[in-house]
């Protein structure tokens, strides 16, 4: 390797995704294994990603991270996990238009330059740490020359983040838990491609919230020591679900598919309530949401729309299609309006092409809106969702080959 | 039997319950077996009983009911099947003085009036069905001179409602689920006296809602028929729970009585949430009451209150004495302060004296108070809750021979 000052650079985006059957409870601590597979769909990286680029250079004299622009350290466990694991695959390098060369054995010595970016709010709880870690890995792995496929790779961004393995595919996932003690088969398999259920359109709503909620690494963890419950749902409960779920994704069988996502969001929320002590995620308006969406249901020959929520109180709404769609968005839009003083541009975020087909264009198509039939009375809560986002199953990490993407400087791999 | 006009009547007066080991699920819908034991306290019927006249008279035509003045029809199932079971272990009843005489065989063709009272808001969601059943049961019998005893009795009025069983005692009660198909075995019996732990305190948070709750009927069919995770309860969890409440109890163990009946409360709000479609009782203020709770109790070297909540927001806390029931009422008054507008009088019912203990005397005294020192950043959200009842273990059914506390006229036995 010659000593002579250049930068090498890898841009890679990677989706953010939603679990569908959940993972709740690691076995493995240390190396993240979980105590039951789970299933998830990818979200369109168009709505929700995570953008990384990462650089080596041999003037680099550490290494270094910035998320949204913040230096934060990369000296964590997690971070130095993966790290240690994608050195540890690095091949040779030769860039010979730049002038680099560099040797399997040199990768110990060069330090790297992290930067990253999500196209979401981070506090949102959106998963952010999902695309996150899967994104470092997929770059490190592109930038160091891993010949590794995708899910060998998720088994190095599982030791980031466990639900990080599930965003190195597109369409759906499965994480398998798997057997060995080391954790080489708890790694992400892709189900389907997103081509294969292309009908489906996922709104979130994002609610607000004035509680700081459990992280999930010690709310798991929490779960795991006390939850007299945890163990019957992963040992006899998810295993039989988790092959009713494959079924219904590879037949399109969204009544099946809606079924056991909905109850198996509320089994893990349930998980979440007999720890000890209790870990409450969703609220009040969480729960207005999944009576708004089971009333419509069940008003209906067969379900129209599964919700499912992770760690937080946002909901994640999946409807069969996008005349389902077009319909919940009002609903949701009549039930919770925003403020006043709110954009409805800033209110819906996305794919805005669902509020047209909703015939709603400004604020006073909103108030306009009628009530939904099935509910008796229906209530408008203002401010209690802060917006909604419309998007719909995507694509898995890609990399970025326009320099003018990437996060750091082509010449000082510093933050641009 | 002689044809003359004749009324005669018996007024008692039956406490509430709360269960620490929940009732949650039937094995028989008509006969009303539950699936698991269940322990419970009964709670003081100075702030919280039924009161029932039952009378009887060859002049009454048909069977007639007024619950809190408005009357009734007894025709449903439940008050049949209790009437029935009374009315055949009915014996000859003789009154001297009144000119009664009555004949076993002659109770079949007379009817009866029930007049009952709540001393607290029905609506409330503390249990009146409780009260209520187990205080029809235990008139009758003894207006129909029936010779069982109060266990005995238990098992007729859990035919009325499950929890009213549990309600033919005072101080702590257990409910054992029972083995015989007939349900004759499904019954209650005491585990300890008012007298045994008499240091605890009790403060019930009325918690405001906007939300109609599924009624507990409905709830217990549908978590039946679709929770994965109430079987497992049932069999696994329960038995060995309902041993170690036992024993706490019996040892006045408040460590251990906390633990367990704040777990059970969570698990089977948790198997609410584990049905099809979910079921919500508690929300974000029951949340709220919950982490004060549970900040508190892990600031100080052993568990100070345990919180229970049925199938509605409402909390029912249970301090281990006097000094941590006043600490109680000062944090809860801090974090729930009543609406601007309100009268602490009404504000804060029952027994009294804990507030004076607390310092408070008005409103100014409440605006005063200190924020509690282990909730970081405490909020005070006015309105959340209702009111607060301070009360404590109480006793079990009770006749009330002053015929002026009967609901009914002596004469005429219409309502007063």
Not at 108 to 133: D, Q
Not at 290 to 319: H, M
Not at 352 to 375: N, R
């Amino acid at each position: 390797m010659e000593e002579k000052t250049w930068v090498r650079m890898v841009t890679a985006q990677t989706p953010t995704n939603i679990a569908v059957i959940k993972y709740w409870g690691k076995r493995d601590e240390t190396l993240i294994l979980p105590v039951n597979d789970s299933i998830s769909v990818t979200l369109d990286p168009a709505h929700l990603c995570t953008t990384t680029t990462v650089a080596v250079s041999p003037s680099f004299d550490q290494d270094r991270m910035w998320l949204n622009g913040k230096e934060f350290s990369l000296s964590g466990g997690r971070y130095q996990n993966c790290l240690r694991e994608i050195r540890a695959r690095a091949c040779d390098v030769q860039d010979e238009e730049k002038g680099i060369k560099i040797a399997k054995k040199d990768w110990e010595k060069l330090n790297v330059h992290v930067a990253s970016y999500n196209n979401f709010p981070t506090a949102a709880g959106l998963a952010s740490s999902a695309a996150g870690f899967a994104c470092l890995v997929f770059a490190l792995a592109k930038l160091m020359n891993a010949k590794e496929d995708n899910s060998e790779l998720s088994a190095i961004a599982r030791q980031g983040s466990g639900s990080a393995c599930r965003s190195l595919f597109g369409g759906f996932v499965k994480w398998n838990m798997g057997k060995a003690e080391d954790g080489s088969d708890s790694l992400a398999v892709q189900l389907v491609d997103e081509k294969h259920w292309d009908e489906l359109v996922i709104i979130i709503a994002v609610v607000s919230s004035r509680q700081k909620e459990t992280s999930s690494t010690t709310g798991m963890r929490d779960s795991v020591e006390t939850s007299l419950l945890l163990e019957h749902r992963a040992k006899e409960v998810v295993p039989k679900r988790t092959k009713q779920m494959e079924e219904a994704i590879k037949n399109r069988d969204f009544g099946s598919f809606a079924q056991l996502a909905c109850a198996d969001s509320n089994q893990f929320h349930a998980v979440c309530l007999d720890t000890c002590p209790p870990i409450f995620y969703m609220n009040d308006t969480s729960h207005r949401i999944i009576s708004c969406v089971e009333k419509w249901n069940r008003s209906e020959e067969s379900p129209q729309v599964a919700y499912t929520f992770d760690a937080g109180p946002n909901a994640v709404l999946i409807a069969r299609n996008r005349k389902a769609a077009t319909q919940l968005l009002q609903k949701l839009l009549f039930c919770f309006p925003p403020n006043s003083d709110a954009d409805l541009n800033s209110y819906v975020i996305g794919d805005k092409s669902i509020l047209k087909d909703a015939g709603i264009e400004d604020m006073k198509d909103v108030e306009a809106l009628s009530p939904p039939p099935e509910i008796k009375n229906a209530e408008r809560s203002k401010g209690e969702v802060s917006y909604f986002i419309c998007t719909k199953p995507g694509r898995g990490p890609v990399l970025l080959s326009d320099e003018s993407q990437a996060l750091l400087h082509p010449e000082t791999g510093l933050p641009k």
